[in-house]
C-alpha cells in the first residue's frame, strides 16, 4: 500500500498572522457551496473536494498553499493529493474554518 504524501499543519493563528503580514499565500476552501455561503475567510477560493482533481491545475504554482475544510478532514484528502500532483509547499489548516472561528475571527459563523 502507497504511504500517503506527508502534508504540512498549519495552525488558525499562524494563518492569520502570514495573512496579516501580506505573504503571498493561495486560500482553497474544498467544502460544498452550500457551505461556503455560510461561512468562508476572506480571500479564499471555492474548489469543493469533489472537482479538486479536475480543477487543481489552475491554482497558481508560485505560492503557497493553504487547504481548509469544515474541520481538517476533507482538507487533508485534499493537501495529500495536491502534495503528490504538485511542487510547492501546500498545508492543511489543522481544524478548519471551524476552528479558525473560534480563535482567530469570531464573527465567522460557526455551523
Given at each position: 500500500?502507497?504511504?500517503?504524501?506527508i502534508?504540512?499543519?498549519?495552525?488558525?493563528?499562524?494563518?492569520?498572522?502570514r495573512l496579516?503580514a501580506?505573504?503571498p499565500?493561495t486560500?482553497?476552501?474544498?467544502?460544498?457551496r452550500?457551505?461556503w455561503?455560510?461561512a468562508?475567510?476572506?480571500?479564499?477560493?471555492?474548489?469543493?473536494?469533489?472537482?479538486?482533481?479536475?480543477?487543481s491545475a489552475?491554482l497558481?504554482?508560485?505560492t503557497d498553499?493553504v487547504?481548509?475544510c469544515h474541520?481538517g478532514?476533507r482538507s487533508?484528502a485534499?493537501a495529500?493529493?495536491?502534495?503528490a500532483?504538485r511542487v510547492?509547499?501546500?498545508s492543511?489548516?489543522?481544524?478548519?474554518i471551524d476552528r479558525?472561528?473560534?480563535e482567530?475571527?469570531?464573527?465567522?459563523?460557526?455551523?
Open positions: 500500500m502507497p504511504i500517503p504524501p502534508v504540512q499543519h498549519i495552525s488558525p493563528t499562524e494563518l492569520a498572522a496579516a501580506g505573504e499565500l486560500l482553497v476552501d474544498v467544502r460544498e452550500w457551505e455561503d455560510l468562508r475567510i476572506e480571500g479564499a477560493h471555492l474548489l469543493p473536494l469533489s472537482e479538486l482533481a479536475s480543477g489552475e497558481p504554482s508560485d498553499i487547504v481548509y474541520h478532514v487533508l485534499a495529500q493529493f495536491l502534495v500532483q510547492g509547499t501546500v492543511n489548516l489543522s481544524g478548519g479558525y472561528a473560534r482567530v475571527n469570531p464573527t465567522i459563523p460557526r455551523y
